[in-house]
Every structure is written in structure tokens, then in C-alpha cells.
């Protein structure tokens, strides 16, 4: 099902808006609880953050992929397997904020002057089948919204334990 206009517009207002949301949830985790897991397995507020840079970063290239290449293939990605192997608690929490900034600046002046049939494209991603650009838009106007929660709830997390 296609989406209307509006209902991308307010998407890309969203996607749009998911840095200063992510970085304010990181701005409010108390130093001493930034590197803090809430359970063994669960990530860290800063590891959080930068899973999120990797992240726009791929979806960056992906939406690019989708609209340039002719039958796109979108390669799938283990994030438990990114966050360890490259050591996501070493690097740095400002460099990867600043990533997910101009990831996302970059890209929305790209979504804002796609056409309809740019929309209707599609390619097929290596996990989940068909990937359409307006799937795209979906789930990543939704993702630093849902990381931002994540980091809330570590805030919570953490502050409860200390009770």
C-alpha cells in the first residue's frame, strides 16, 4: 500500500528530527551510567549511540542503492556482531552523534525531492525480501525515535538499581 504525500512528508519531518531527539536522550544519561548495561546481552546507552551511526550510515547507502541501481540488492547486517567486533564501548559517543547528523542531513534534502516513481522503487534486501523506498522511509524515520526510547529506558534501568 502506497503511501499519500502527507503521510511521507510527515515521515521525512520525523526521520528528520530523530538526530536532536537521540542526541537529547543521550545528553540526559548521567556520565557514570553512559558505558552501564541494563542486562547482559543489552547495550549500553553509548553503544546505543553508536550502533545508531553505523546504522544511518547503511541506510544512507541503502536508500541511494534503491534508487540508482537497477534490481538492488541490499545487504543484511548482524548489529550484536557490528557491537562487538568493533569494540561500539571504544569509540567515540560525539564522533558517532556527529555521524548520525550529517548522515541525515545529507539525506534529506535527497528524500524531499524524490518523485513518485522514485518512491515506487524498490530492491531486495538479503533478510527480508522486497525493500521498497517508501518501506525505507518507514523504518527509518521510526529508528533513532526507537533507539532514543531505548536509551530512556536504560536512564530508568540504572537509576532504578540504584534504589
Not at 43 to 52: E, G, N, P, T
Not at 64 to 92: M, S
Request: with cysteine; net charge neutral; glycine share 4%.
Amino acid at each position: 500500500m502506497s503511501l499519500t504525500p502527507q503521510e511521507r512528508e510527515d515521515l521525512i519531518q520525523r526521520y528528520a528530527a530523530g538526530p536532536a531527539r537521540l542526541r537529547a536522550a543521550f545528553l540526559r544519561v548521567p556520565e557514570a551510567a553512559r558505558t552501564w548495561r541494563p542486562a547482559p546481552g543489552k547495550w549500553s546507552a553509548h553503544q546505543v549511540v553508536v550502533h545508531c551511526a553505523d546504522s544511518e550510515t547503511t541506510s544512507a547507502a541503502r536508500i541511494r542503492w534503491v534508487l540508482a541501481e537497477k534490481n538492488a540488492t541490499i545487504q543484511g547486517y548482524d548489529q550484536d556482531v557490528w557491537a562487538e567486533v568493533l569494540e561500539y564501548e571504544a569509540h567515540p559517543a560525539d564522533a558517532a552523534l556527529a555521524a548520525v547528523d550529517a548522515v541525515r542531513a545529507n539525506t534529506v534534502p535527497l528524500l524531499r525531492r524524490m518523485t513518485a516513481a522514485q518512491w515506487a522503487r524498490t530492491g531486495t534486501h538479503t533478510e527480508i525480501g522486497p525493500y521498497s523506498a517508501e518501506g525505507w522511509l518507514q523504518i527509518y524515520a521510526d529508528h533513532l525515535e526507537t533507539h532514543s526510547r531505548q536509551i530512556e529506558r536504560n536512564i530508568a534501568a540504572w537509576q532504578e538499581r540504584a534504589r
